[in-house]
Every structure is written in structure tokens, then in C-alpha cells.
């Protein structure tokens, strides 16, 4: 929002277009996150409350925020004949009800089949529900 707002008032971008500027700089990047907080909790820090275990969650809560929020104000630019609402619509449908119903069966059918899983069918099952969750959303 502050990107967008700042976007705005300087005058080089209407309010759209920053926001789709600023999901696209808020998304943080796993790849620099991940191994400071891995380095963390090798080491103990705030291990006691799971600090950096918190902090992965709330980076994967991030980019998720980010991706859907920038393909929703990009719907809006680029829409169709679809009402402006349409796309938040479908936007905010695309998290919670696909999303959120889709995780929790796949939630629920890992954890009646994992107790019984060796390891190498864990292995593949996690694959099988990583690819069949990304193809749901396709």
C-alpha cells in the first residue's frame, strides 16, 4: 500500500498501476529468507517461541498475498468485458474457497494415509498431492 501510495502522489503511476507495483516488490524472496532463518534455528535462536518457524509461515503467507493480489489488480487492468468487481471476486474465491477447500482435503487424505506410509511412499505422496494441488488450480 505505501509503494502504491507513494507511486501515486509522485504523480508517475495512477493507483492500478501501483499496486501492481507494490505486490510485485512486497513479495519477499524465499531464496534469501530461508537460509537466515534455517541459520537461526541451528543455532537456537528464539527457539523457545518459535520465532523462526513463525517467520517461514508468515513468508509463505506473504508470497501467496502477493502472487494473488498481483493477478487480481492485473485482471483489472487488463479485463475483459467483466464487471471491475469480477476479478476480486474471483480472486478472493481463488484463496478461500479453492484453495483453503482443496488444502484441507489434501490435509486430511495425507494424514490418514501418512501413519502407515514408509518412507519412500511418504516421498511420493507428497509429490502426488503437490502436483495434483497444482493442477487444480490450473
Do not use: Q
Not at 535462536?45 to 509463505?60: D, F, H, M, N
Not at 478461500?96 to 519412500?120: D, E, K, Q, V, Y
Amino acid at each position: 500500500a505505501a509503494i502504491a501510495a507513494v507511486a501515486t502522489l509522485s504523480g508517475y503511476l495512477e493507483l492500478r498501476w501501483g499496486l501492481l507495483l507494490g505486490f510485485v516488490v512486497a513479495d519477499v524472496s524465499p531464496a534469501v529468507t530461508v537460509p537466515l532463518l534455517m541459520d537461526l534455528i541451528s543455532a537456537g535462536y528464539g527457539r523457545e517461541k518459535a520465532i523462526p518457524s513463525v517467520l517461514l509461515a508468515g513468508g509463505s503467507l506473504n508470497s501467496v498475498v502477493a502472487i494473488v493480489g498481483y493477478g487480481t489488480v492485473f485482471s483489472l487492468l487488463f479485463a475483459s468485458s467483466l464487471p471491475s468487481w469480477a476479478p476480486l471476486a474471483l480472486g478472493l474465491a481463488e484463496i478461500f474457497l479453492f484453495g483453503l477447500a482443496l488444502g484441507c482435503a489434501c490435509g486430511r487424505g495425507m494424514a490418514a494415509l501418512w501413519p502407515h506410509a514408509s518412507t519412500a511412499e511418504r516421498v511420493a505422496l507428497l509429490l502426488c498431492a503437490a502436483a495434483v494441488l497444482i493442477s487444480a488450480g490450473k
